[in-house]
């Protein structure tokens, strides 16, 4: 009995290990976010957010900490969150926003509302109120493979079409990675000290072994 105690308290600890703080690769600034899409070319989610709201707080809670759903979310997409602020702006379709007013240049009438958007920064989708894990997660699956192939959703989830993370290589000028450095949480410069696969390392040299151990790899060009 005693041994399956500890079996067990090791099997928990290996479960809170595998998700991270959402700061560590979660966004708050609007076009931050879509830059960071540009230069990595990965869809934007951007999630339209109120801190009294108990569906974005149960969202962050049991969807945006599951394992599953923040290795999909750091290798393939940007994340961020923003909320009704009238001290911060935007500038969408070459207009200047404060936050209040980019919630209702978007329509969002009630948060959570999450809108997708391509590398480019064009809206893709609107997704309204709260969403479980599962769904979330196919979703997710749904928009990474539906940038190479043209389908709806349903078609998608119907099929059960399986889809994986995969490992790319970015060579991007020093500019761009200083900007992804100062401001992309979930991107860093490899240090041996680093074992999370799912950081965007950069790297000073061509390293093929390294390009098979982190999904996301980037040289300066």
Known sequence: MKKFMVLLILMLTIITYSAIKLERFVVDD???ALKLGEITDKNVIVMFSSKSCYYCKKFKSEVLTDDKVQ???RTEFVFA???AEKDKKAM???KMLTYIELFGA?????????FFFDSKGE???QLPGFVEKDTFLSILKYFVYSRTNDIKY???VKKNIDVNIKNRVLKLDKEKIDYLLNNDPNTMEYNKNIKDEYINVVLDKKD???EDEFYVVIYEK
């Open 154 to 156: 349903q078609d998608f």
């Open 123 to 125: 809206p893709l989708a």
């Open 208 to 210: 093929k072994k390294l």
């Open 30 to 32: 609007f076009n931050i």
């Open 106 to 114: 978007f329509g969002v009438r009630g948060t959570p509302t999450f």
């Open 92 to 94: 969408f379709k070459g």
């Open 71 to 73: 290795e999909w979310l």
């Open 81 to 83: 969150e923003i909320y």
